[in-house]
């Protein structure tokens, strides 16, 4: 049996994926300066001698918080929808979305059809 079946929940496996991503997520948030409340305790010294380097250093940081950010949404979102049923929905056109998408991508929310469609537009 693999890791994402389980003879009670089929779900289980994604639920608890999810969860230790988003424990992954939060962690990196914080040890980087960022909690919860999105606030930033990162401290740049305005008087360093190479202010590009430290301009440098904040614009990589402030994308990578901007990553992670959008990565807890994503797997809030997919949490969310394993509460209210509709985990593995494709929510463009409502189809099962095929279960190696989903081990691949446990927060995908299209299946491959739509999503095909959506990035053609």
Excluded: H, W
């Excluded at 939060?26 to 360093?48: A, H, K, P, V």
């Excluded at 301009?55 to 990553?67: D, P, R």
């Excluded at 979305?97 to 739509?114: G, H, N, S």
């Amino acid at each position: 049996m693999d890791e994402m079946s389980s003879d009670k929940d089929p779900q289980f496996g994604y639920r608890e994926l999810l969860e230790r991503e988003k424990s992954s997520l939060t962690g990196q948030l914080t040890e980087i300066g960022y909690g919860e409340t999105g606030g930033s305790r990162l401290d740049y010294d305005s008087n360093f001698a190479d202010s590009s380097q430290v301009t440098a250093e904040k614009s990589e940081t402030e994308a990578l918080v901007t990553e992670l950010k959008t990565a807890l949404t994503d797997v809030n979102e997919a949490l969310l929808r394993l509460e209210n049923g509709t985990y593995g929905l494709c929510q463009a056109c409502g189809r099962q979305i095929a279960q190696p998408r989903l081990e691949a991508i446990p927060t995908v929310k299209y299946c491959i059809d739509c999503a095909s469609g959506q990035k053609k537009r």
